[in-house]
């Protein structure tokens, strides 16, 4: 939802709750840096290593850090898929470490 909620019509690319809640400007920002704190906040209570909790959080702050910028930010978090990046190197960890468990792409 944070990234890929819908398509834009004429294109492949996928546009969430980041970029559209970004566009207010410095609530959106807070509150889109809020739910990928969330997410690094899950992947600590999943394990994970402080070195894919950094990359994590880096993610999150390059995103947040330059979203910030009025306009040029806006494409930025168009661009960037800081959530996605997140959630790659999760499921990774989960396919490394829990091979048993099953994801269910929608």
């Known amino acids: ?10 294109t492949t690319r996928r546009v969430g ?19 990928g704190a ?5 992947a600590r209570n999943l394990g994970m290593s402080k070195w894919h909790l950094t990359r994590m959080a880096a993610n999150v702050g390059i995103d947040t850090l330059v979203g910030a910028i009025p306009f040029a930010g806006d494409i930025f978090d168009f661009l960037y898929k800081s959530n996605t990046k997140n ?7 989960l396919d490394r470490h ?9």
Do not use: N
């Not at 559209?20 to 807070?30: A, H």
């Open 1 to 10: 939802m944070l990234e890929g909620l819908f398509v834009i019509p004429g």
């Open 17 to 35: 709750l980041d970029s559209l809640v970004g566009l207010v400007p410095v609530v959106g920002d807070i509150a889109t840096a809020a739910m």
């Open 38 to 42: 969330w997410i690094v906040w899950e």
């Open 87 to 93: 959630l790659r190197i999760i499921r990774k960890h």
């Open 98 to 106: 829990h091979p048993a468990t099953a994801v269910i792409d929608q």
